[in-house]
């Protein structure tokens, strides 16, 4: 029996990284001698175990070929003859198909060190393209890595684009694209993720209404950008900058203008009530791909308010608390910080705009505070009792909300 530390373990060693996983291959073993050791067995199609100390996984090496369409489609081959050369083959990308022994010692059949060197992202094999999920996974790792300066090889973008073309993604589970999405909303740069679906179709098929948004134009007064797309790419950067890591107010940003698509064309460059028209499609993809449902509420919160969240400084103070109500933000202010996150984002994400203030964050979170003050206690004393009650906290809480307008309006607040 060998074990070998495998997988992003060693490619984020090799990056000095921080290694969050620690996966393993076990080579020459039979799932009775891992029992035998006290290991927990896991897997449903192939067999992985739980170390009995750590918690770690630690798979058997296999192969697997294709047997069908789609995810599921695939035979696995898991015994003591299978070399660690062959499980490694079976891997997705060249940096991701490194293995490292107890010692320190790599095995890298298939160049990975070089390219990471060389920061490409590269297929193992001509089986890349027997999963569909890979070319998820490509343009995920593309979001993760851009920052380091990665880009997708020709060769494996080419292979991407047939596989697209031959109808592969079209049979990926919705459950899939969701799992390989949420994490690419969190990585550092989440625009790479929709450049390389863009770029070898896979957009177009798997978020037909977000691809729609690509050569929208705008009015160039306030998005120097123009496009529509090219906006959406660097709302999704700056909402990765405000909220690092935080998956939420990723899919704010990517859905926040959906409705910018099907503005008529007579109207364009203008997107009057675009934020309204949003909704339909922002809950047809939040659908398909069965979102959990705080993040379609909190998104459709922001397609339908980010533009009064822009305009707080010229709002009522009746309609800032109708603001703060739609968002349940007196009770749960963390959702009011996800909203602005994702609100700050759209100001930031236009051409020249990535480190403007946003004033309006920090009114409305005082707008809250001085809401959330209000309580019912004063009024019970007064003698007040059932609906009176919460007319008159109604009523206090605008006022003091009104009391907050000492802080000047800022300029160019339309978008």
Not at 242 to 259: I, R
Not at 300 to 312: I, K, Q, T
Not at 391 to 411: D, F, G, K, N, Y
Request: glycine letters at 8%.
């Amino acid at each position: 029996m060998h074990i070998y530390l495998v997988g992003g373990a060693v490619r984020d060693k090799l990056l000095n990284r921080p290694v969050v996983d620690h996966d393993h291959v076990v080579v020459g073993a039979l799932p009775e001698q891992l029992l035998a050791l006290g290991y927990t067995p896991v897997g449903k199609d192939f067999p992985v175990f739980l170390h009995p100390e750590t918690g770690e996984e630690y798979a058997l090496a296999r192969t697997e070929r294709k047997s069908g369409r789609g995810y599921h489609g695939f035979v696995f081959q898991a015994d003591p003859t299978i070399t660690l050369e062959q499980d490694l083959a079976r891997r997705d990308l060249t940096i991701n198909a490194i293995a490292e022994d107890g010692h320190g010692a790599l095995t890298d059949p298939f160049g990975g060190v070089r390219d990471l060197e060389a920061r490409m992202l590269r297929h193992v094999s001509p089986a890349f393209v027997e999963d569909p999920v890979r070319v998820l996974r490509v343009a995920r790792f593309a979001a993760r890595f851009a920052p380091l300066g990665f880009t997708v090889a020709d060769e494996t973008m080419a292979l991407m684009r047939q596989m697209v073309a031959d109808g592969e993604v079209d049979h990926l589970v919705p459950e899939r694209v969701w799992a390989e999405t949420r994490k690419a909303l969190a990585e550092p740069q989440p625009s790479m993720f929709l450049r390389v679906l863009r770029e070898c179709g896979a957009l177009a098929v798997l978020f037909p209404e977000v691809d729609a948004l690509y050569g929208v134009p705008q009015r160039a007064q306030f998005h120097p950008e123009i496009d529509t797309g090219v906006h959406l790419e660097m709302v999704l950067d700056a909402a990765a900058r405000l909220a690092p890591g935080d998956d939420v107010v990723g899919f704010c940003a990517l859905t926040h203008d959906l409705g910018k698509a099907l503005t008529p064309a007579g109207e364009l460059p203008r997107h009057i009530g675009h934020e309204h028209r949003g909704v339909a499609p922002l809950h047809a993809l939040a659908a398909r791909l069965k979102v959990p449902n705080e993040h379609a509420a909190l998104a459709e919160l922001v397609c339908r308010e980010h533009l009064n969240a822009h305009r707080a400084f010229e709002l009522k103070p009746a309609t800032v608390l109708k603001l703060l109500g739609a968002l349940d933000a007196l009770r749960r202010p963390a959702r009011l910080d996800a909203f602005l996150a994702a609100c700050a984002a759209d100001k930031r994400g236009r051409l020249g705009h990535g480190d403007d203030d946003y004033p309006q964050a920090a009114y409305l979170r005082a707008a809250r505070a001085a809401a959330a003050a209000v309580d019912a206690a004063g009024f019970v004393a007064q003698g007040l009792a059932g609906p009176a009650i919460g007319q008159a906290m109604e009523r206090a809480r605008v006022e003091a909300i009104a009391a907050l307008r000492t802080h000047p309006s800022p300029s160019g607040s339309a978008v």
